[in-house]
């Protein structure tokens, strides 16, 4: 039996990712090379967050890109304030709080949002607004920050702008995390980081490996995303070595300890699998 862990390393190298070509889009892959000087050149963040957000054809996302820009002007046109702009993104857009409803396809589609999509679908008004705005983030929430409203956030899950502004320095959830600001990339790094958590649950292991791996390289200051690169390795690797090849097992421990060389985890699986 191999040992489970995700504590994240200090060590961090970026090193692009090929031994799982396939398990990504061509879509996903133009939006990595688009980011790889850590800015959205080419793409609108919009566009962006429905790749990073699943968008397996280009067919799906203009499908998508079209839902946008119907309901976008009239939400953006002559709008007062960043207030009156929640407001008209509550009514018109987020209609039923999911958990895991992190893509702005679910927006768009269905109404059905959590903090990820509906921050993205409020960045992206304000955006075409003309409102300076960006992400701020803890483990596991995401929350916007108007520069009109200084020592304030936007709680983008809460009904109303009374209830949605909250003290920029209020204590995250998680004691353990703190909230910092999100650039377009790190944004868009945590969707793939929300498609590997999936992928990981399901017992995709190429497809987890490759969606944290990019989420690695676009903030690799995220210590969850680092944790959870540890977590897929090993569970594929056990899932090997159950079934006896400990060839194959061993080729992923020693494929993780590229990114976490001192992971105790790794470090103690690696050294039950030698020969």
């Known amino acids: ?32 090379r688009d980011l790889s000087d850590g800015r959205l050149d080419e793409y609108p963040l919009v566009r962006a967050c429905l790749i990073a957000g699943g968008a397996s054809t280009a067919r799906e996302m203009e499908r998508d890109l079209d839902r946008w820009h119907l309901v976008q002007q009239p939400l953006v046109d002559q709008v007062a304030s960043p207030a009156e702009l929640f407001a008209r993104l509550q009514r018109d857009l987020l209609h039923r709080y999911v958990h895991d409803s992190d893509s702005l396809q679910a927006v768009l589609r269905t109404g059905e949002f959590n903090c990820m999509s509906a921050s993205v679908a409020y960045l992206a008004l304000c955006e075409g607004a003309g409102f300076s705005a960006h992400a701020r983030a803890t483990r596991g929430h995401v929350r916007v920050h108007v520069d009109e409203y200084p020592g304030q956030d936007v709680e983008t899950t809460s ?36 498609r590997a958590t999936r992928a990981i649950q399901a017992a995709q292991w190429s497809r987890a490996i490759e969606c944290i791996h990019v989420a690695c390289q676009l903030d690799p200051s995220d210590a969850s995303a680092a944790a959870n690169r540890v977590a897929a390795y090993n569970a594929w690797a056990q899932e090997y070595a159950e079934r006896g090849d400990r060839t194959r097992s061993r080729s992923l421990i020693d494929e993780a300890l590229q990114w976490s060389p001192n992971e105790p985890a790794l470090l103690l699986n690696r050294q039950r699998l030698v020969p």
């Open 159 to 194: 009904p109303t702008w009374q209830t949605a502004i909250v003290p920029a320095t209020s204590p995250p959830l998680d004691a353990d995390s703190t909230w910092r600001a999100l650039s377009p990339a790190q944004l868009v790094a945590r969707l793939y980081f929300n």
């Open 1 to 32: 039996m191999l040992t489970q862990g995700g504590r994240a390393s200090a060590h961090t190298t970026v090193i692009a990712p090929s031994r799982f070509d396939g398990a990504l889009s061509v879509l996903d892959r133009l939006l990595v």
